[in-house]
C-alpha cells in the first residue's frame, strides 16, 4: 500500500526533494497523503512547503528537505555545502512558518469555520537524506527527534508519525474528514477551467491583427481601379472588401471621398454586411450594402420569382436592371462598386452593375473571388480588364483546419490562423449522417461552445430545424437567426460562403454525386475558425475531393 501524492506528477528542484517524497509515499499508508511543492502567499511573504505529510488519526507534518551536506556549527548556525560556495540555511525556522502560513489559511477557510471544526495537530520536521546526524544532535528549536539524517531513511515514516504525537498535543488529531478537507483547502477554491472560448478568443484577435495588417494591400490599390482580388477560403476577402468600401467611402490616400456599393449574392453575407455596417459613423458607411437583387429594387425592377428559377435571375433580371439604371439620376450612381463573392455573380450581371457606375468606363470597380467556391452551376467574369492580385495567406482558420481542405484550396497557402484542436471525422453513411452530426452538436455544446458559436452544415439534404425555420420565418426572417445568441444555427453550403462560425459540424450528405460536389465541400470545411468535425462517409468523400483530403481528415477518425 502507498500514500497518496499530490499532484500524482510534481516537478522538484533537487533530487533530494524528489528521493525524501517517494520514500514516504511507499512507506505512509494508504490513507495518507503526501502534497508536493505547496506554495502559499499571505501578507508577509511568499512560502513553499517541500512536503506536506498528512495523517489520519495521527497528525499533519509540513517537511523541509535539505540535500548536500548539512552542518550545525558551534554557534547553532546552519550550513548546506554541494554543488556551489557554502551558504546559510534556517530549515527549521523555514519549516515552522510554513506551517503556521499553512495551518492559518486552512483556519481562515470559510470551508473550516462554517463546520466548526477545532484546531488539529500541525507539526515541522527536517530532513537531511545525505547527512549524517549524530544520535545526541540537539538544538534549543530542533531536538533529535524532529531532524532526520541518512540513518533515519529506512524509517522515515515512522519517525514523522512520532513527531506529530510530540508536537501540539493540546490540540485533536485529525481524522479522514479532516485530511480531505485540508487537502482539498490547500489545492485552491474555485480553479480556473480550460475554456475553448478563451482560446479561441484568443486566436480570433490574432486574426484580426492580420488581416488588418493584410489590409495594408489596399494601399497600392489607391490609383487602381479595376482590379480583382483572389483568394482562398479563409484568406480574409470579406474583411479587406468591407475595409476598401470603408476607405473609399472616406477617402484615403490623398483621394476624395466617393458614392460606394457594396455588394454580394447570398442573403446571410448580405445581412452580416448591413450588421457590419450598421455600427460605423455615416461618412464610413457606403452608400448601399447588400444584394445585387436589392439594387435592382432600389432602381425600380420588381421581383416576384422565387430563387429556384434560374431563367429570370440569370437573364430577366439583369435585362430589367439593365433597362432601369438608365434612368437613374447621375447623383444616385456610384463612383466604385465593390463585389464580394464574386464568382456567385450570373455573366449577364455585370452589364447593369457598370451601368451604376458614373464613369462606365473609369469608375472603380473592385471584385473579390474565389473560383473554388464555385457552388452555383453559373460563373460570369466581368467584361473589362482587371488587375490580379492574390492573397495567399489563410488568417481566419486554424492551422489544422486550414490544412484539411489544403488539397481543395485554389493555391498552396500560408496557414496564419494559429493552433487549435485536431480536425475531427467520425464515419457514418449517408443515411445516418444526420443523426451522428446532432449528437456531435451535443457534444460540442457539452465542451463548453455556446450554441451561438456553434453551426450544423450540411452538403446534401437540408437539416429538418433548417427546413422548419425557412418554412416559418421566411428566407429573410430564416437568417436572422444565424446571429441568435441562444441557438446553434442550421444551415446549408450553398447559402454560408463567407460566413463562418467559431465550431461547425459539417454533414456530409450528399445521396449521389453532383458536378459541384468538391466546391461544396471545400466551402463546408473552412467555414470553421477554430473546431471543425465532419460527419459522412469516408469512401464517398474519397470520390468527390480525393485520397489526400480523406487521409488528412481521417488522422483523427472516430
Known amino acids: ?82 554543488g556551489r560556495a557554502p551558504r546559510t540555511i534556517d530549515p527549521v525556522n523555514q519549516a515552522r512558518k510554513v506551517k503556521h502560513a499553512l495551518r492559518t489559511y486552512v483556519q481562515h477557510d470559510p470551508r473550516w469555520r462554517d463546520s466548526s471544526l477545532t484546531r488539529v495537530r500541525w507539526a515541522h520536521a527536517v530532513v537531511t537524506p545525505y547527512s549524517t546526524v549524530p544520535d545526541d544532535f540537539a538544538q534549543p528549536d530542533c531536538p533529535r527527534s524532529m531532524i532526520h539524517g541518512k540513518a533515519d531513511q529506512a524509517h522515515l515514516a515512522a519517525r514523522l508519525r512520532e513527531v506529530a504525537a510530540t508536537q501540539e498535543t493540546n490540540y485533536r488529531v485529525p481524522d479522514q474528514d479532516d485530511v480531505d478537507l485540508v487537502v482539498e483547502i490547500l489545492s485552491g477554491r474555485n480553479p480556473m477551467q480550460r475554456e475553448v472560448m478563451a482560446e479561441a478568443d484568443d486566436r480570433e484577435a490574432r486574426a484580426d491583427r492580420l488581416t488588418q495588417e493584410q489590409a495594408m494591400i489596399l494601399r497600392v490599390t489607391r490609383l487602381l481601379h479595376r482590379v480583382e482580388v483572389r483568394g482562398g477560403a479563409g484568406s480574409g476577402k470579406t474583411v479587406l472588401a468591407m475595409a476598401q468600401a470603408k476607405q473609399l467611402t472616406r477617402g484615403f490616400g490623398g483621394q476624395p471621398p466617393q458614392r460606394v456599393a457594396l455588394l454580394c449574392y447570398s442573403i446571410g453575407l448580405g445581412e452580416w454586411f448591413k450588421r457590419a455596417f450598421a455600427g460605423e459613423a455615416r461618412k464610413a458607411r457606403p452608400a448601399f450594402v447588400g444584394r445585387f437583387e436589392d439594387l435592382a429594387k432600389e432602381w425600380g425592377v420588381e421581383i416576384t420569382a422565387d430563387r429556384n428559377q434560374s431563367e429570370f435571375w440569370e437573364k430577366e433580371l439583369p435585362a430589367q436592371a439593365a433597362r432601369a439604371v438608365a434612368q437613374v439620376p447621375e447623383g444616385k450612381k456610384f463612383d466604385a462598386i465593390i463585389v464580394d463573392e464574386a464568382q456567385d455573380f450570373a455573366e449577364d450581371w455585370w452589364a447593369p452593375l457598370l451601368g451604376g457606375l458614373r464613369d462606365p468606363e473609369e469608375g472603380g470597380l473592385y471584385v473579390y473571388s474565389d473560383e473554388n467556391q464555385k457552388v452555383f452551376e453559373r460563373f460570369g467574369r466581368p467584361p473589362v480588364e482587371l488587375v490580379p492580385l492574390v492573397l495567399d495567406h489563410n488568417l481566419r482558420n486554424t492551422r489544422q483546419i486550414a490544412e484539411s481542405f489544403g488539397p481543395l484550396a485554389p493555391m498552396r497557402m500560408r496557414a496564419l490562423g494559429g493552433e487549435g484542436p485536431d480536425v475531427e471525422f467520425v464515419q457514418a453513411s449517408d443515411g445516418d449522417a444526420l443523426g451522428v452530426a446532432d449528437d456531435e452538436v451535443e457534444k460540442l455544446l457539452d465542451d463548453g461552445w455556446p450554441p451561438e458559436h456553434v453551426a450544423l452544415i450540411t452538403t446534401g439534404n437540408r437539416h429538418p430545424e433548417q427546413n422548419s425555420r425557412q418554412a416559418a420565418l421566411g428566407q429573410e426572417g430564416y437568417w436572422h437567426t444565424f446571429w441568435d445568441t441562444d441557438d446553434v444555427f442550421y444551415g446549408h453550403v450553398l447559402g454560408c460562403k463567407g460566413l463562418e462560425r467559431r465550431a461547425v459540424v459539417l454533414c456530409v450528405n450528399d445521396r449521389k454525386p453532383h458536378d459541384r460536389a468538391r466546391e461544396r465541400l471545400y466551402v463546408g470545411l473552412s467555414r470553421a475558425t477554430d473546431k471543425l468535425v465532419v460527419v459522412g462517409d469516408a469512401e464517398r468523400i474519397r470520390e468527390t475531393a480525393g485520397e489526400e483530403l480523406v487521409r488528412r481528415l481521417l488522422r483523427s477518425a472516430r
Open 1 to 82: 500500500m502507498a500514500a497518496r501524492l499530490i499532484p500524482a506528477e510534481p516537478v522538484f528542484a533537487s533530487n533530494a526533494e524528489q528521493e525524501v517524497c517517494e520514500r514516504l509515499v511507499g512507506q505512509l499508508g494508504d490513507a495518507d497523503v503526501v502534497l508536493a511543492n505547496r506554495r502559499l502567499t499571505d501578507h508577509e511573504q511568499d512560502h513553499e512547503a517541500d512536503l506536506v505529510v498528512l495523517m489520519p488519526g495521527v497528525g499533519i507534518v509540513v517537511v523541509e528537505v535539505k540535500g548536500g551536506s548539512v552542518k550545525v556549527d558551534g554557534q547553532g548556525r546552519w550550513w548546506q555545502y554541494g
